[in-house]
């Protein structure tokens, strides 16, 4: 999955269409984020290189060359080595070496980056909500800006984000993802209802990360 095509352009300007649906009844501004990965997990291919590479220089050196050790280590480093390449290209390789809690704390991390870095925390009110879609991690982060989190916990931002990661692995994610925007807009509504002369502070469209 890449971010640039997760989502067709009809599924991007229906969750457009929702967000500006939402936006007409508060003065929260909600963005939506996709991002291929949220970080590149060099550990994870050195794990799988020395992983294979050990194993298949073991196998290798056993059928062929009567576990002679000076041929071990060299073909170990050079199948290790194909395989860490190997591994940057099979995320369920790259995944099975990452631990659960690097993925959840390099998505949130990356999360709070992009919140940072395309304006959210430059609303009026500073009521802005990020929807952050990390796609290798299969991981969905709700982030909001601290007018937000004077009503709205964290911990209830995440039930939504767990909701749409499952809506994403049932292949459901436009569906789920507007039904959500839907139900933390209500939220939003009733914390921030619209006020007068309030403008459009962020883009509705979905914003495509690397």
């Not at 990661?165 to 921030?192: D, M, P, Q, S, Y």
């Amino acid at each position: 999955m890449k971010a640039d095509t997760f989502f067709s352009e009809t599924e991007k300007e229906q969750i457009s269409n929702t967000v500006r649906e939402v936006e007409r009844n508060t003065a929260g501004e909600i963005a939506v984020m996709v991002v291929n990965h949220s970080d590149d997990y060099p550990e994870s291919k050195i794990l799988a290189g020395l992983f294979f590479g050990a194993i298949s220089s073991l196998i290798i050196t056993d059928l062929w060359f009567n576990d002679r050790l000076w041929l071990f280590i060299p073909t170990a480093l050079v199948i290790g080595i194909f395989s860490g390449w190997l591994a940057s290209y099979l995320p369920i390789v790259m995944r099975f070496f990452t631990q659960t809690s690097r993925l959840e704390l390099q998505v949130r991390d990356q999360a709070f980056t992009s919140f940072y870095q395309n304006g959210l925390h430059k609303t009026i009110d500073e009521t802005g909500v990020l929807f952050f879609i990390s796609l290798f991690e299969r991981r969905v982060w709700i982030l909001a800006d601290k007018g937000i989190y004077q009503k709205i916990t964290p911990e209830t931002l995440q039930d939504y984000a767990r909701e749409v990661a499952l809506g994403i692995k049932t292949g459901k994610a436009t569906e789920t993802l507007c039904c959500e925007i839907r139900n933390v807009g209500k939220i939003l509504a009733a914390h921030f209802p619209i006020k007068k002369g309030d403008t459009n502070e962020l883009p509705n469209r979905v914003i495509i990360g690397k």
